[in-house]
Every structure is written in structure tokens, then in C-alpha cells.
């Protein structure tokens, strides 16, 4: 009798026995992931207008999720109810108010304070019931792979579970005719291993003692946080500490044990530090740093920028780091003027911290995708997508350049006739900074970018750069030949002068070989101790000049008298 009782309660014991055991069975890092996101349901395919986000247990061990938790890092929702989440299978996690709309799909957990999934970007955590992270997803539009999909409606799918810390590589828009598969696979399911090494993209600089490495993926925390794993040049060797910052496991920040000193570019070296998939880093281990310094009066320059783009175009503007100094992108800020000269449209560069370094660019654009499309985009990683850049109309504008303070760092009032003169469609094409070390308003400092470069070089030496020349005379034209088709090679004839003092005045006239004036390029201009000025093959009224050999008859004079004259020449060429 005692026998048959005990055989009639063994399955429900069994059953006790098994929810309790995963109730206490603690999971492992990835043991269950966050597979699918629908952020934006709006407009609905055939899905439910509400958001969810589906999790998946890709261990072999059950977990009960009570307690368990998702964060987006403002608002956290714990799940209350007691629910098994078995090897190989899927939950719907969505508001309790939608609980009925999602059953039909699979099982399903309402939760109270359902984390907002924001439309273009967000970070979702994992975290089990004793507060470990299990998983974290830092998704944006950019990872719906698809235009059409990423304005509504469609969820965003992991493609290889086994495979969680890959990113936009392992994740796509849902290829569902639903819009997405909440409750089971995922239609986008394939194969898709990890066996490319972390790369390590860049440095920021909290304060003398302490730099944040930044990955490109997540990392292993265990073999990141060895201190010895990173060196650093110039005197400061191994840190004294590392850690990883969670939930998403990409920035590991260093305490060291001597200061930065300004003025020194560092280089961080990582080794033996792997990802979550094993891989080691290998050669994408070593990246710039430095203790960024306030930018003052041109410290940083606008390089380039593009006002009137394309139909559906985007525009952009290039900076440059003029100075021996690191400034770091988040104390600059943007802006323009209004009718009255008031500043307006004041946004920041960066939202976060972002070091240039001496001698380098960085490209702002309110659209990373269609830029790279384009023109061509030689390193991506000096893009820097913007919400909003100051309004640039296509004739003329200004765009200012200032630091946190307040202070104006550099200031274009730029003018669409500043333009090669034989450029009929001013439409896509960049306006380019001849010289860094010339001045900002200088019209002659500019020029239409090349069409050999494609009309722009966002990110990289501009088509028609021009270093300062070492004038050894005291009027020197260079190049001997030039040839003004816009192709950036020698377009300008360009007269160099180099005076013991300031306070001349300059007349310069070009003759053809007949002796006949074609262009007064210069009248009574005033003129400082060192300058140039430039000639582009045309004539007084901008008409296109024959090729040929012409005159160019250079009068300096100042107040007390004095005067010389220079009489040189130079070739007109054209392609063939």
C-alpha cells in the first residue's frame, strides 16, 4: 500500500525536484541569449504592434527565470513568474499587457516596467536572478542590414546562437513573412562561426592616470583584466589595474601607475587578451593615446566641407588637428549664425569621448552609409555619424568651430563661387583647404575638390593640398608647368613671396607671349611678411587661356618708396 503511494506521487516529486534544481542552477556566461528584438513594431507586418525581445537557452542545462532580469540601463524589469526555460528552446519576454497578443506565438512572460527598446539605438542586458550578467546586445538601425526593413515593423534577428558577441556580423533583419519569429527559430538561423581575433579601435583619456581601451567586440574579462597584457611606450610600461566594463564587455579601463605627460602621443600594445569566442588578438593590437589639452585658436582647422550634395545626399565636414596637441572630439562643438551674427545650432562633435591626434582627421556627416557609398572612404573609422549637422545652404554659409568653453577655434563664411572656375555643376562636389597653415577666410585658400578623386576626400589629404613652400627668393612661382583642368595635379600656378617685413603692396600681371595683358591677378593688395597668391589659367573674365608660355610681372612697393620688380614665367599646359 505504502509502495503504490509512493509510485503514484514519484512523477510529481520528480517534477519539485526537477524546477527546483534549475531554479538553483546558476547559468554561465551566454548559457541563454538574447536572440531577436523587435524595437520599432510600427509599422506592424502581421506581428503584434508591441515590443518584444525573445531569449534563447542554447545551454544544455534547464534555468528557471524568477528573478532574472532585463535592463536597457534606465529601466529594469524583473521576471516574477516561475518559468522553465528548457535546453534548446525560446521565451517571449514582452509588457504583461500584451501577454494574450504574443501566446499564440510560444510561451510567453509579461513583465511589469518593460524596458523601452529604443528605435535607433540601445543596450539590452541579461542578468540572472543573483545579478550576473548573462548576455548584453548594443544594437542600431545599422544592423537591419536592410533600408526598407529598419523604418518599422521588422525584428531584428541573430543569425548563429552559438555566436553571441559578433554584433551587426551575426545579427540581420527577420526574412519572415511575419516580420519576425517570435516563439521559435529565427528565419535568418545559419551558421556563422567567430574566428576572427578583437581588435582594438581606440583610446579616450579620463584623466592623467587612466585610459579606457576600446574593442571593437566584446572581451573575454578574464584574460582582459590582467594588467600585464597591456604595455605602454614612452615610459609608463604595464598599468597597475585593469577592468572590464560591463554589461557590454568592449572598454577595459587603466589605472596607471605614472601620469601622462601633455604633448606626448602614447601607444597602448594589447596581447593575449581574447574574445568571447577564444580568439586571441593579434595584429589589430596597438592604438594612439594621449592626455587631451583644451583646443585653442586653430588648434583644429575646417578642412573640407560639402554644401550642396546630391539629391537624397548628405552634407559632410572634415576637420583636422593642426596642432602638437591631443583634443578630444566631445569639448568641441559646432554651430553657425544667424542674420544677426548669433551663434546657432550649437551640437557637439561627438556625444562621447573621441581623441585626434596630431595630424589627423575626422569626417562629420549626419549618414556614415551613404558617405562611404559615395566617395571614397580609405579608413571608415574616421567617420563620425552626427544627429544633426548646422544648416549649409548651397550658395553661401557660415560653420563655426568652438570648444567647450565657448571659444571660437576656427570660423568658415564659405562662398559656393570659391569653386574652380570651370566647374559648371557645383552639385557633390567638396569645397577643399589648400593649406592648414593659410587663412581660414582666405578664398584663395580654397579650392573645388579634384574630379580624379572623385569629388571629395573625405578623411584623408585633400586633392588639391598644398604644404608651405621654402621660398629662397623673394618671389618664386612653382610649378614651372601647370595644367588647370581639375584633375589635382598642378591646377594653380601658384606665386610664392617672402618679404623682410611687412607693409607692401603687391601688383601682379600676367601677359601672354604676345605681350597683351590677360589677367590683373592682384592690385594694390596688401601684403604681409610671407604669402602667396595663385593663378588658375584664367583670364580677366574668367575665360579659359590657350596653352602656352606667359609673363608674370610681379611690382612690390611700400610706403617709403621703395620698390622691385619681378619678371618670370610659366607654362599653360592642358591634357591631351
Not at 13 to 26: D, E, H, I, R
Not at 242 to 258: D, H, Q, R
Not at 419 to 431: K, P, S, T
Request: net charge negative; charged share 15%.
Amino acid at each position: 500500500m505504502i509502495l503504490s503511494v509512493f509510485q503514484r506521487l514519484l512523477p510529481a516529486l520528480g517534477f519539485l525536484f526537477y524546477t527546483a534544481g534549475s531554479f538553483a542552477q546558476l547559468p554561465n556566461r551566454f548559457d541563454v541569449v538574447i536572440d531577436e528584438l523587435l524595437p520599432d513594431p510600427s509599422p506592424p507586418v502581421q506581428l503584434p504592434n508591441v515590443e518584444f525581445i525573445e531569449l534563447k537557452n542554447v545551454s544544455s542545462t534547464a534555468f528557471n527565470l524568477r528573478n532574472w532580469k532585463l535592463s536597457d540601463g534606465s529601466t529594469t524589469a524583473t521576471i516574477s513568474a516561475s518559468f522553465t526555460l528548457k535546453p534548446d528552446s525560446f521565451v517571449i519576454v514582452c509588457p504583461t499587457s500584451a501577454v494574450t497578443m504574443f501566446a499564440t506565438y510560444g510561451a510567453t512572460i509579461g513583465v511589469s516596467s518593460f524596458p523601452s527598446l529604443n528605435n535607433d539605438a540601445d543596450v539590452i542586458a541579461l542578468y540572472a536572478a543573483d545579478g550576473r550578467l548573462v548576455h548584453a546586445v548594443a544594437y542600431n538601425t545599422s544592423w537591419y542590414q536592410n533600408a526598407v526593413k529598419s523604418d518599422g515593423g521588422w525584428s531584428l534577428e541573430m543569425i548563429d546562437t552559438r555566436n553571441p558577441c559578433a554584433g551587426i556580423n551575426n545579427w540581420k533583419a527577420s526574412t519572415s513573412s511575419l516580420g519576425g519569429t517570435p516563439g521559435k527559430k529565427n528565419a535568418v538561423n545559419d551558421n556563422n562561426k567567430d574566428d576572427q581575433p578583437p581588435a582594438l579601435v581606440r583610446t579616450t583619456t579620463t584623466d592623467s592616470i587612466t585610459i579606457s581601451a576600446m574593442f571593437e567586440e566584446p572581451i573575454d574579462s578574464a584574460s582582459a583584466a590582467f594588467p600585464g597584457n597591456y604595455s605602454i611606450n614612452n615610459g609608463i610600461a604595464h598599468p597597475a589595474s585593469a577592468s572590464v566594463i560591463m554589461p557590454l564587455c568592449t572598454e577595459v579601463i587603466l589605472k596607471l601607475e605614472a601620469p601622462l605627460n601633455s604633448k606626448t602621443v602614447y601607444e597602448l600594445i594589447v596581447n593575449n587578451v581574447k574574445d568571447c569566442a577564444g580568439n586571441a588578438i593579434n595584429q589589430l593590437n596597438t592604438a594612439k593615446a594621449g592626455l587631451p589639452a583644451l583646443a585653442d585658436s586653430l588648434a583644429v582647422v575646417i578642412n573640407e566641407l560639402l554644401f550642396n550634395p546630391p539629391p537624397n545626399g548628405f552634407d559632410y565636414i572634415e576637420i583636422y588637428n593642426r596642432s602638437n596637441q591631443v583634443i578630444d572630439l566631445k569639448q568641441l562643438y559646432l554651430a553657425t549664425r544667424n542674420g544677426t551674427h548669433q551663434l546657432t545650432g550649437i551640437s557637439p562633435v561627438s556625444a562621447v569621448s573621441w581623441l585626434l591626434f596630431p595630424g589627423e582627421y575626422r569626417v562629420l556627416t549626419e549618414n556614415r552609409l551613404w558617405l562611404q557609398q559615395q566617395y571614397l572612404i580609405k579608413d571608415p573609422s574616421l567617420i563620425i555619424e552626427v544627429p544633426a549637422l548646422p544648416s549649409m545652404p548651397d550658395d553661401k554659409g557660415t560653420v563655426v568651430l568652438m570648444n567647450m568653453q565657448g571659444a571660437v577655434v576656427d570660423e568658415l563664411q564659405y562662398d559656393h563661387s570659391w569653386h574652380f572656375g570651370l566647374v559648371n555643376d557645383e552639385e557633390g562636389i567638396a569645397l577643399e583647404r589648400i593649406n592648414y597653415n593659410l587663412p581660414t577666410q582666405d578664398k584663395s585658400n580654397w579650392s573645388s575638390a579634384a574630379s580624379t578623386a572623385g569629388f571629395g576626400t573625405p578623411g584623408y589629404p585633400n586633392s588639391q593640398l598644398m604644404g608651405d613652400a621654402q621660398v629662397k627668393g623673394q618671389v618664386i612661382i612653382s610649378p614651372p608647368v601647370f595644367s588647370p583642368d581639375n584633375d589635382g595635379f598642378n591646377d594653380f600656378a601658384v606665386i610664392d613671396y617672402q618679404l623682410s617685413e611687412p607693409g607692401f603692396v603687391a601688383n601682379i600681371r600676367i601677359y601672354d607671349a604676345n605681350g597683351r595683358m590677360v589677367r590683373y591677378l592682384a592690385q594694390n593688395a596688401t601684403l604681409s611678411s610671407t604669402g602667396r597668391f595663385r593663378w588658375d589659367g584664367l583670364d580677366d573674365k574668367l575665360n579659359k587661356l590657350p596653352i602656352g608660355t606667359y609673363i608674370v610681372l610681379t611690382e612690390l612697393f611700400n610706403g617709403q618708396g621703395r620698390k622691385k620688380k619681378f619678371k618670370q614665367t610659366v607654362t599653360l599646359a592642358r591634357r591631351l
